[in-house]
């Protein structure tokens, strides 16, 4: 990286660790894309699911001797995965996620998404070369207002992907299957492909593309998804 672009994108990262957060799609380096939403009170999870709360036992600012605090939410808050315990009965808890899968090269798809409908090959713009595909499907355009008419692949389109060898996908919509959807044939079908998903994602900003994908996994015992803090990294 050049200086002055070093320089940029340090004077960047200070002030937003002075404000206490960054915006969405606020590159974190020159080469760094951030697409992960921001985790708060605000951030809409699945109806009925867990909401996310942040609590505070001790602030510096009241005379607190640190700052400390916990919080309380649904495994599947925010960009997360899918452990296959999640929909499986044989499915493996998130500890148990195979690491290397979240890390690597990827690309961004753009699909011609219709609200509430499932889309399949023939609805992407772009063909999928890469080992790990994220869909931009712009029908969850907003992580703090929930809507249930959300895009999803069709099963055949997660079967013919890993066919090709594709070992994870994602999405910018919270479920990889539709809102009303019974049985959830497409996670389903990644379970017998033996792929990975990430639900959740923020790519509005991302253009199509290859890139290199990191979007780890906590070691969670008995937890059926995981949050990851998800980026991209430009060639």
């Excluded at 200070?14 to 969405?24: E, F, V």
């Excluded at 009170?41 to 005379?63: A, C, E, M, T």
């Excluded at 509005?204 to 906590?218: D, F, I, N, R, T």
Aim: proline residues 9%.
């Amino acid at each position: 990286m050049r200086t002055g672009a070093w320089r940029d994108a340090k004077t960047l990262a200070d002030n937003a660790a002075k404000a206490g957060s960054l915006p969405i799609g606020t590159p974190l380096s020159s080469r760094l894309i951030d697409i992960s939403p921001l985790v708060s009170p605000r951030i809409q999870n699945w109806p009925g699911d867990v909401p996310y709360k942040s609590r505070k036992s001790s602030r510096l600012r009241d005379g607190g001797g640190i700052d400390l605090g916990d919080f309380h939410s649904s495994y599947h808050v925010g960009a997360h995965t899918d452990a296959p315990q999640h929909y499986h009965r044989e499915g493996r808890d998130a500890s148990q996620l195979p690491l290397d899968t979240y890390v690597g090269p990827c690309q961004v798809v753009e699909v011609r998404a219709k609200r509430g409908e499932r889309f399949g090959m023939a609805d992407l713009v772009q063909t999928p070369t890469a080992p790990r595909i994220l869909f931009k499907t712009g029908t969850f355009p907003d992580p703090e207002h929930w809507t249930t008419d959300f895009a999803a692949p069709e099963p055949a389109l997660i079967e013919t992907l890993g066919k090709q060898g594709v070992v994870l996908v994602g999405f910018d919509t919270p479920s990889t299957d539709l809102f009303d959807s019974k049985g959830l044939p497409a996670h389903q079908a990644l379970f017998a492909a033996g792929m990975m998903n990430l639900e959740g994602l923020v790519l509005s900003h991302v253009k199509p593309g290859l890139y290199e994908l990191v979007a780890l996994p906590l070691r969670l015992e008995d937890a059926d998804a995981s949050p990851v803090r998800a980026i991209l990294r430009l060639p």
